[in-house]
């Protein structure tokens, strides 16, 4: 209705709201560095191009004459309501795409009661950004530290500062071969990465030698070493269950016995993820293992989605196949990237007003009416 109004006064949005456009324009705007960091996938993209296709495999097939004319689009996952089935994903390094990063992206999704999963590469601390989130619900995502204090003390103060449900991302314990991000080494990232959260925390910064405004390129490669080269195993999950007293969300999930797996181990949720296609190049596209996954475990934890989302239609597909609710990554980047808290905004608020129509278009009048029978 905004965009009707102001249409009927001459003006147009200041954004598209179309997301392959604002991807397009993303790449003017913020040269080929950030770009790629957003953009780009592991090895060939075979997997970001894999999770597109699974949508395009799968389509609505509209219902008519079933009064859709009011629609709630309010969910309950964890235990808690949120406004719509649509989480802001963990996105590091924001201050690459914007110079307020996760602080713009907090104050968009908190004037919309939409959910931020904050990452662990932040480039503002947890109580910066609990800060700009105000009363926002927010999520924490851990990448799990090879160093028990470190984890510890992360963990630590998100509690403290209001962050309600911990998501473990566990397909990350190695950065892939990526290859448009090795091609500029890493610079963007690591120009970024200065002001990352372990370099505030005081568990990792009692490490080091020198303070990291002494020796950064130190302080930048133990940070680094503190977060890769080292898997968990399953038998490690109590740790993190001793050190967080709210729901534990696994995200990463592709394989059904991974999924029976954290049923077992007593999480609360998983994210049936592959990152973006950031990870695993040739790896299957997420929407394909959806259904059996839900159908393996969807009846015991409360099964979130994420990669490849784009569009109202994409989550109302992901919805109908069983996702409780998803997570969307590059399109509200690329909102960042335009217009800090305002570009992020424009892009959440178009991609549920797009959800909304399309769930009503269908013959749906809310998340719970979507079912397998909805698609083709
Ligand atoms: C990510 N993703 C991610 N995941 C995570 O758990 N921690 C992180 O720090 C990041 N960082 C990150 C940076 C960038 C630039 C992107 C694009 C993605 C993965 C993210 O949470 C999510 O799984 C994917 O982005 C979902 O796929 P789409 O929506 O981008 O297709």
């Known amino acids: 209705n905004e965009i009707y109004l102001q249409g009927l006064g001459g003006q147009v949005p200041p954004f598209t709201t179309d997301v392959t456009g604002l991807e397009e324009s993303a790449r003017e705007r913020l040269g080929p560095g950030p770009f790629w960091y957003v953009a780009g996938g592991a090895g060939s993209g075979a997997t970001v191009r894999a999770n597109r296709e699974a949508f395009d495999r799968v389509r609505i097939v509209p219902r008519m004459l079933r009064d859709a004319s009011e629609r709630h689009l309010g969910v309950t996952v964890l235990g808690t309501e949120l406004p719509a089935p649509v989480l802001l994903a963990p996105v590091g390094v924001q201050s690459i795409l914007h110079p307020d990063g996760e602080l713009a992206s907090a ?197 979130l989605f994420d990669s490849g989302i784009r569009t109202g239609a994409d989550i109302v597909k992901a919805l109908a196949l069983g996702a409780k609710a998803v997570l969307v990554g590059r399109p509200f980047a690329y909102g960042l990237a335009h217009g800090g808290q305002v570009g992020v905004r424009h892009v959440l608020r178009s991609l549920l007003a797009d959800f909304d129509l399309t769930m009503g278009l269908s013959g749906h009048r809310s998340p719970a009416e979507l079912g397998p029978d909805a698609l083709r």
């Not at 133990?222 to 977060?227: A, E, I, P, S, T």
């Not at 609360?268 to 259904?291: E, K, M, T």
């Open 107 to 303: 104050r968009a999704a908190a004037e919309l009661g939409v959910p931020i999963v904050l990452s662990t590469a932040s480039s503002y601390s947890i109580e910066e950004v609990a800060e700009a989130s105000g009363d926002g619900p927010r999520w924490f995502q851990l990448y799990w530290p090879n160093d028990p204090d470190v984890c510890a003390s992360i963990l630590d103060r998100a509690r403290k500062a209001g962050f309600t449900t911990l998501v473990v991302t566990l397909d990350t314990w190695t950065l892939a071969w990526r290859p448009r991000d090795l091609d500029q080494s890493y610079l963007p990232f690591l120009r970024a990465v200065g002001t990352a959260i372990p370099f505030s925390d005081p568990a990792f910064r009692a490490g080091l030698e020198k303070a990291p405004d002494e020796d950064l390129p130190m302080a930048i490669l133990r940070w680094v070493q503190l977060f890769t080269g080292k898997d968990k195993s399953w038998d490690m999950l109590p740790f993190l269950r001793e050190h967080w007293d709210g729901p534990v969300v696994l995200k990463g999930i592709q394989h059904i016995d991974d999924a029976r797996k954290a049923v077992e181990s007593g999480v609360d949720g998983i994210v049936v993820s592959n990152h973006g296609g950031r990870q695993v190049d040739g790896a299957v596209g997420s929407l394909d293992v959806l259904p059996e996954i839900v159908a393996a475990v969807g009846e015991q934890v409360d099964v």
